[in-house]
């Protein structure tokens, strides 16, 4: 069984596939393992990936870029004022909803963030049915976790709309987790990892909690001011001054040169993420002039310090957040995990592994390709109807919220509470429970508390008296909702009682 999962990013989306037991990223027809999420417009066709993001020099305002910044959003909304001010594609507000107005030359038509986000998807589709070389529908899509249930709503239409079957959304740390296969090697005890994700525009950190292969959020962090563009503008900066030392021409007022340094620098930084410099190469960047300049990997550092010290700030933040100190953290964390293009900088890898020094630091799968491959695996898990599937559901309703107990009295008529299902138990489970009680007692009372608050009373009634002692057999059954399933059993008469407690505790 084949199935496919995508992580659609805000500049650049991947797919991955899942066959004969393994998820692999694979490649679109440019050769590239990551397409850029970009799309751009001509007269009679629509170009999506490398070719749109380099075209977008002479065609800035019919190419868009981060739609996923204003997909499911009303026009009215915040981010969607946000992006179209910095965005060069004109929107304009048609029916309240945001639409791009797309100039092709003879005609303007209005373009949705969905049909945009569909041609992306599209591309991804395609890209995973060649390497497969059989159509495959099946698909996990990866989100972020401060995306909106109208955000998820459109970004599942537009994948509907690419031929794409959706089979789960799921939040982009599980994702980072599954590919690594955190938690799923051992079935006991808690642990926890941090998940740290710099992408394109933005920084995200997050602390789950493992337990019993079931993967729960502790706290999350998002920072929008930052992300791997923020280092590409510092580096063009550095380029346009280099330009203006040479040249004795400023270039920074020039939309165009800068799209052009812009473009330059952001190789030279995946350049300078496997190799000690790089060489920026820019064809008639200003009035007909050749622009080159190399770039060492220590002078990126030095123009980027501030950045730098600004993407390491979260995670302290977070671990005030949940009163932790970073000695605290090595040690009850068990793994930090990179995700996102821009972690594959050897510098801010550095600079984590000094802040978590006894702490396994996972990145042996490229940062920008972590998110897919667990979405693939989760998409591949629940093609083959595997249990234990894991993801945003699993966030929200597979695992046990709070401790579910059981009070006994014993011989001293002490209570005595036993917990039956801890926090984070996986769901479903099943428990039994034996008591006994004096071959003269009529009846047994079972009390069950969720955390510290009762939540049921099963009472069996007309016990027959007995010369030794009553066996009581309590099954406690619970479902993926949080439904509970009591049946209380006396063994020698087989007399029983049952409840159901409709919602006794589902996951938060």
Known sequence: MAAIGVHFGYTCACVAVFKDGRADVVANDAGDRVTPAVVAYRENEQIVGIAAKQGRIRNATNTVVKVKQILGRRYDDPDAQTHREETKCIVVSKGDLPKYEIDTGETTKYVSPEDVAKLIFHKM????????????NDVVITVPFEFGEMQKKALRQAADSAGFNVLRLIHEPSAALLAYGVGQDSQLGKSHVLVYKLGGTSLSVTILEVNSGMYRVVATQTDHSTGGESFTHELAKHLAAEFKKTYKLDVTDNPRAMLKLMNGADLAKHTMSTLGSANCFVDSLYDGMDFECNVSRA????????????????????????NLSTSDINKIMSKVV?????????????????LFPDVELLNSIPPDEVIPVGAA???????????????????????CASDITVKEVDDSGTEVFTILFPTGTPLPARRHHSLQGPGSLSSVSLELYQAQRAIAQIVLRDLEPKEDVHDIVTILTMKRDGSLHVTCTEQSSGRSEAITIETAAAAS
């Not at 979260?314 to 005030?320: D, I, M, S």
């Not at 293009?341 to 050897?346: D, E, K, L, N, V």
């Open 125 to 136: 589709k395609e890209t995973a049915q060649s390497a497969l070389g059989s159509d495959v």
């Open 299 to 322: 002078r990126f550092e030095l123009i980027c310090t501030g950045l730098f010290n600004k993407s390491i700030q979260p995670v302290k933040n977070l671990l005030e957040q949940v």
């Open 338 to 354: 990179l995700c996102g293009g821009s972690a594959r900088i050897p510098k801010l890898q550095q600079m984590i592994r000094d």
């Open 377 to 399: 695996m989760q998409a591949g898990i629940l093609v083959g109807k595997e249990s234990m599937a894991l993801g945003e559901d699993s966030i929200t309703i597979d695992c």
